[in-house]
């Protein structure tokens, strides 16, 4: 192609729909795809038909050589690239990241101008830990400007994914997740577990661990809290006996039941049971766990749609360990 002809089709060719070819393309899925744009399925269809339109006839094997399949075919449950979207595929994605990087870097981001809030997903567990030291650090990094509007929602994992590409949280606190191509995450606190129990528990071997009354903290209805997918990964399944949505409430069983009560204990991460523990008056003890577990590791995610994003790398940057 020569020049003249590249700008004649860059001006007939709308660049939101090379957006959508790149979804489809990644998803195989015009229902996937559709979710992670925003949009109806029926939109995305009609998206690629106006890309397919726009790139105009190409060499294929149709009447007299000239090739007008679809971008992506039927295919079982889902689509399949064409051999012309294949072809397309790499460029546009290399187009669109290129794009992306030059708008980055031209626009002027000052965040005491520009960010007015920041919304963040975690669990409610960790907010006593984490949020008063990302506020910390936000009134740092604007020392001379007002600090952005922060607001700590819960964290829904069912969800958090559509709701980081859509834009309705910038970032989300979660424990390691398996891996996705489409979250990039870092490190953001590591605990290690100990045992919450009432003063004057005595220390506890593994046989007294299993033998324990326990209580599971977990905003879900059901299944295994937190701790319980390492102890499974070790081979241990403790007795709950009590299940609560938060580790004050926890706690305050404990300390109220003391050691006429049985003798509850509760796992839990280290740093977020000592200001709980202190505040117990007494009235409650960290004992160390009678057996190996990993340190509890949350990490900070964002979706990878906002990677280049200035608000977001800045925020990422502030709340970085």
Request: a positive charge; glycine letters at 6%.
């Amino acid at each position: 192609m020569n020049d003249v002809h590249d700008m004649r089709l860059l001006a007939r060719l709308d660049l939101n729909l090379l957006r959508v070819f790149d979804a489809v393309y990644r998803a195989r899925s015009l229902t996937r795809a559709a979710d992670e744009l925003a949009l109806s399925q029926s939109a995305v269809s009609h998206a690629l038909a106006r890309l397919r339109e726009q790139l105009g006839p190409h060499p294929g094997t149709g009447p007299l050589g000239i090739g007008t399949e679809p971008l992506f075919p039927r295919d079982g449950r889902g689509v399949a690239p064409s051999a012309l979207a294949r072809r397309l595929a790499p460029r546009v994605r290399e187009a669109l990241a290129a794009l992306g990087r030059a708008l980055a870097d031209t626009q002027d981001f000052q965040p005491d101008r520009d960010l007015r809030q920041a919304i963040v997903a975690m669990p409610e567990a960790v907010e006593p830990t984490l949020l008063p030291d990302m506020m910390a650090r936000l009134r740092r990094h604007l020392s001379t400007g007002p600090v952005p509007r922060l607001d700590s929602v819960r964290l829904d994992r069912a969800t958090m994914k559509a709701d980081l590409a859509r834009g309705r949280l910038d970032l989300a606190v979660d424990v390691t997740l398996p891996p996705d191509p489409d979250l990039r995450h870092l490190p953001l606190l590591s605990d290690d577990y100990c045992l919450v129990a009432a003063a004057g528990h005595p220390p506890v071997d593994l046989d007294g661990y299993l033998a324990a009354a326990h209580i599971a903290v977990s905003s879900r209805r059901s299944g295994p809290a937190v701790e319980d997918y390492a102890l499974l990964r070790l081979g241990i399944q403790r007795r709950i006996a009590l299940r609560c949505q938060r580790y004050e409430t926890a706690c305050r069983v404990i300390a109220e039941a003391g050691l006429n009560g049985g003798g509850w204990l509760l796992t839990m991460g280290r740093r977020h049971s000592q200001p709980l523990v202190d505040g117990g008056r007494g009235a409650l003890v960290t004992l160390p766990l009678p057996l190996d577990m990993p340190p509890l590791a949350f990490n900070l995610y964002w979706h990878r749609a906002s990677e280049d994003d200035p608000a977001n790398r800045w925020l990422r940057d502030v709340f970085r360990p």
